[in-house]
């Protein structure tokens, strides 16, 4: 049994429930330490500082660094370089600031925006022994985007350096605890419920997805709408607009603040239109897919690569045209969509099979390490 250290500067949202989730599953003793889950940009500068103070007070003498992509690795490493030196290092990425889309919004766009936060990215990955992606996608856009991002530099790129990344990377998708909705007991409403389990940001795309709900309810088509999800200070308006003219279909709008309250709505969920921008992975997708929810997706991002090739013409559209049309017939054939299941088709995401996985890989790169 091996001791790994979980270093994370963002502990909220995705990035805590796989650190847990890990934590819980692994056979390996997991020890994490961490800051709250706000002011990422400042957690991508300084966070990587206070991180390092936390290491050096603990007694946890681990086997292997296992860090997030939101840590400043270089900093980290060389502030406890007197307990690192000779230590093996893996960065997982949940997402990475190179291709993540950015809202026209964003402060640091109106300042022509601080490439900053993609180069920590990139030297982080430099410094670790093995670099991590959660999806096949994910890993391609970054190696992409790298390469990219370094050719605007005026000397010295460095462009062969993304090639070294590339060689000490592989896909290690997402654990997530699905076994947790295994007790909650699937319901079906007196209207299709269409569900949207998506943070309320504008890389998920709203206004595409509440467009095709307010064509529904133009066409007199009955539906009911469970809208969930986080919201922030600052979210698009077409949620304030959608609420208005979808009241009378809107059933649940806002986040649910336990588990049980949001497992329900998943299990009652029928159709899952999805119209994300951006998805490195999707556990939310995987998690409503999982409680029955029929899935229509994009083509592209990371959903091709998570659903079974033998479903892809059943459930990945190309336009909003193509999606307006299969949400459409999914209403009209709402019982026979209401028997179609792809959850043992997910099953493989859930920690009981991919922490045997993460133990077996992080154990591989120890012993690497020392040989």
Not at 132 to 139: D, I, R, Y
Not at 296 to 302: F, I, Q, T, V
Not at 345 to 368: G, V
Request: contains cysteine; glycine residues 4%.
């Amino acid at each position: 049994m091996a001791k790994i250290l979980i270093v994370e500067p963002y502990f909220s949202g995705s990035h805590k429930s796989w650190a847990l989730g890990y934590q819980d599953n692994s056979s390996h003793e997991i020890e994490i330490i961490s800051l709250e889950g706000k002011f990422w940009k400042w957690r991508m500068h300084g966070g990587a500082i206070s991180l390092a103070n936390l290491f050096q007070k603990t007694k946890f003498a681990p086997d292997l660094i296992l860090a997030s992509d939101m840590l400043d690795l270089t900093t980290f490493l060389c502030l406890t370089k007197n307990k690192t030196s000779n230590l093996p290092t893996a960065l997982y990425f949940h997402e990475n600031q190179l291709s993540y889309p950015w809202s026209k919004s964003d402060r640091d766009v109106q300042k022509k925006r601080d490439h900053h936060y993609g180069f920590i990215n990139i030297v982080s990955a430099l410094a670790a022994d093995k670099v991590l992606f959660n999806s096949e996608f994910h890993l391609e856009s970054f190696l992409l985007e790298g390469k990219k991002f370094l050719k605007n530099f005026p000397d010295n790129n460095e462009t062969k350096s993304i090639d070294l990344i590339k060689k000490k990377s592989r896909v290690l998708h997402l654990g997530i605890d699905l076994k947790r909705f295994d007790s909650i007991k699937r319901l079906s409403l007196k209207d299709p419920l269409i569900l949207w389990n998506h943070r309320w940001e504008y890389d998920k795309n709203p206004k595409s997805f509440f467009k095709s709900m307010f064509k529904l309810k133009e066409k007199n088509i009955p539906f009911s709408l469970a809208v969930l999800g986080e919201s922030f200070a600052s979210k698009p308006n077409i949620f304030d607009e959608a609420k208005t003219k979808l009241k009378n279909e809107i059933i649940h709008f806002g986040y649910c603040d336990n588990h049980w309250d949001y497992a329900k709505w998943l299990c009652s969920a029928d159709i899952l239109p999805v119209t994300n921008n951006q998805d490195f992975f999707g556990a939310s997708i995987v998690e409503a897919i999982y409680c029955g929810a029929f899935p229509l997706l994009p083509n592209r991002l990371s959903y091709p690569e998570l659903l079974p090739a033998e479903f892809h013409k059943m459930h990945l559209y190309g336009d909003e045209k193509e999606l307006d049309m299969m949400i459409e017939n999914s209403l009209k054939n709402i019982n026979k969509i209401r028997n179609i299941s792809l959850a043992q088709y997910f099953k493989r995401f859930d920690w009981k099979s991919m922490a045997p996985t993460y133990d077996q890989l992080f154990s591989s790169i120890i012993e690497k390490k020392h040989s």
